[in-house]
């Protein structure tokens, strides 16, 4: 017989448990079972990922998937006149608005505060997905995402992203293919 050290099986036992806690709690939040209830639909294949770390930012997200920055998807909410949209641009590039004015041809073109984003999307900073949105909104999509095989949107919550390839992602999205980067 082998001796178990049983607080060191408490231990291990007490952070899993902890964390299949935190993933369940997470996945039943609304604005996430809205987006997976959105993926599931487009292909039941698709799942989210609920991760260790927070994917607050881009690079956070990278970090957390030890994947490369360029394939995190940043779901940007912009205000054009008195319409909103959603621009996807990679993790490592910056959208450029003098781009987005000329394929919107309209001038008065400016980030979403944080209320228009929730109001909008229903999600907040930090969790906004590229779909599951309250509000129906035109979606851009930034042709430098599509270098990558798969590409992480965010889920409705900072810690909770999806993975995806570029060509899904337009065809969920319904995204207007573009070069939106500087």
């Given at each position: 017989?082998?001796?178990?050290?049983?607080?060191?099986?408490?231990?291990?036992?007490?952070?899993?448990?902890?964390?299949?806690?935190?993933?369940?709690?997470?996945?039943?939040?609304?604005?996430?079972?809205?987006?997976?209830?959105?993926?599931?639909?487009?292909?039941?294949?698709?799942?989210?990922?609920?991760?260790?770390?927070?994917?607050?930012?881009?690079?956070?997200?990278?970090?957390?998937?030890?994947?490369?920055?360029?394939?995190?998807?940043?779901?940007?909410?912009?205000?054009?006149?008195?319409?909103?949209?959603?621009?996807?641009?990679?993790?490592?590039?910056?959208?450029?608005?003098?781009?987005?004015?000329?394929?919107?041809?309209?001038?008065?073109?400016?980030?979403?505060?944080?209320?228009?984003?929730k109001e909008n999307t229903?999600?907040?900073?930090?969790?906004?997905?590229?779909?599951?949105?309250?509000?129906?909104?035109?979606?851009?999509?930034?042709?430098?995402?599509?270098?990558?095989?798969?590409?992480?949107?965010?889920?409705?919550?900072?810690?909770?992203?999806?993975?995806?390839?570029?060509?899904?992602?337009?065809?969920?999205?319904?995204?207007?293919?573009k070069e939106l980067v500087?």
């Amino acid at each position: 017989w082998k001796r178990i050290d049983i607080r060191r099986f408490n231990q291990r036992y007490s952070k899993r448990s902890t964390k299949i806690k935190k993933m369940s709690e997470l996945l039943n939040k609304e604005p996430v079972k809205r987006v997976g209830e959105t993926i599931k639909k487009f292909d039941p294949n698709l799942k989210i990922i609920v991760l260790d770390t927070t994917a607050r930012t881009a690079k956070d997200a990278a970090n957390s998937l030890k994947c490369e920055l360029g394939a995190i998807v940043k779901s940007l909410v912009f205000r054009a006149e008195n319409d909103f949209l959603i621009c996807l641009v990679s993790g490592d590039k910056r959208c450029s608005l003098n781009k987005l004015k000329k394929i919107l041809n309209k001038k008065d073109v400016s980030m979403a505060n944080a209320d228009q984003v929730k109001e909008n999307t229903g999600f907040s900073i930090g969790g906004v997905a590229p779909v599951g949105h309250l509000k129906k909104l035109n979606i851009i999509v930034d042709k430098s995402l599509n270098r990558f095989k798969y590409v992480y949107g965010a889920a409705g919550h900072p810690d909770c992203v999806f993975k995806i390839t570029y060509d899904e992602l337009i065809k969920l999205t319904n995204g207007l293919e573009k070069e939106l980067v500087e």
